[in-house]
């Protein structure tokens, strides 16, 4: 028997990572898996928020290696961008759409990647929330909120792809997450089947784009869904992790005139856009969070357990707030690596601890320094598309004029080409 048939490996999280994780580990050759999600059916928590991925760098790289690009296109469309001077609405940049980019609404990822798992055999059992692990000699007992639902599983290796909040990094390295200083209110626009609100989806600032607003203390982000004729919108605030809830208690008439109290920081439109929001369409309030980068030990791995047989992927080892658009992106590139590389151990008759050690080591040396990175960019940029600081904003703004440029020039060059 090989590595491949006995070797049991158990994801916990069936978010993008965990399910990436386990499609690339079993085109590898893995047979032994099991995906543990929370959720009770692939139906629920369909934030509709966009996620965009990319290639050669990001996230649709490793779509297109699994060779889900085909049915996952029919799922997304290519994203434009566009970052306007919030105070004027003037473009600073603009990059149209191309094939390196692929924008999905996240509840239609994760069902796809479920289906794939579905289609290839993959063991996914919902409504299963682990509450811990132990490890005893060279396996991994893990537990479950509900012991009456699901026993105990004992496992060769547990990847901890369980989120921001992960319980399994918690447990591991005692790290958690905590405020980063940014509330935000989330709001939906549907078409409406009348043709009343045509002209804000044919606004030529909405039409087929993610668009960034950077105001004073205040940015705001808002992207037109084509394939579902909606349009997203989020307005951040620079504030205390309490804001949302002391202002609003979550109340959405509240969340609505709050909403409306910070547009007024932007050019006419962004006020529009949340003056034509109907209440019950308010979605959500988002405090955003972010980990701390890991710390490597004298061992040499981040990730560090008596057994050694456990790892972290995605947010659980890298959570980052979202003003790089790159959590996902780094989540799957992480999921490939690490499926790549146990791959080399698949057609061996057993592994010693060593040989999973080493592996685990240089994945967790490759890309857990990646995620941190990363982590500190975000950061860095929330804090300059929500500074009210002119310099700043100014320095800002220029960057962008000349990247615009850039684009421009690159654009031009590659048509005379
Ligand atoms: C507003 C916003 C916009 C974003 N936009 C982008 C973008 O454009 N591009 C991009 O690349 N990234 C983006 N991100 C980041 C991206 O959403 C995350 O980085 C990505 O979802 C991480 O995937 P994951 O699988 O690691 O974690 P998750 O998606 O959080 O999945 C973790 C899973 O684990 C499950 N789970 C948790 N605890 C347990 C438990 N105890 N037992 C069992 N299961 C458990 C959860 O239910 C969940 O299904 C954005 C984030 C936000 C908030």
Redesign the pocket.
Known sequence: MTVGETFRIAI?????????LAIGLKRKGFQNLII????IDNQV?H?G??????SPD??LAFIEYLGLLPELSAISFQPSFRALDGETGKTLLYRAGNENGR?FK?GDL?DALYQVCLREGIKIIWD????SFEEINEKVHIH??DETKHHTDIVDLLIG????????RKQLTGDVVRSAGFN?I?GLIKKEADGSNNDLFEHELIQNS?VLASGRNVSC?YAHHVLHDEIYW?LSIQSDEDFIRQHTNYDKKKLHDLALEYSKKFFPLIQTLVQRTPIDQMQDC?L?KDLDPMKQHSSGRYCVSKSGRITL?????H????FR????????IGAWNLSDKLGTLVNQTNITNDEIGEVLLRYENERIPVGSHEILESRGNAARFHSSNSVTNFFRNTIMRMINLKIQFDDWFYKQS
């Open positions: 916990i999280g069936g978010g993008p990572a965990g399910l990436s543990y999600e929370r959720e928590r934030q928020w966009s996620i965009s991925l990319f990001g996230g924008r996240r994760r299963a929330q682990v509450k479950f909120i792809a369980d989120g921001i909040h992960s319980p399994i935000s989330v993610g982000w989020s988002l955003f992927i995605g947010d659980a080892a959570a980052m707030i979202p658009g790159q959590g996902g992106n780094t989540a799957l």
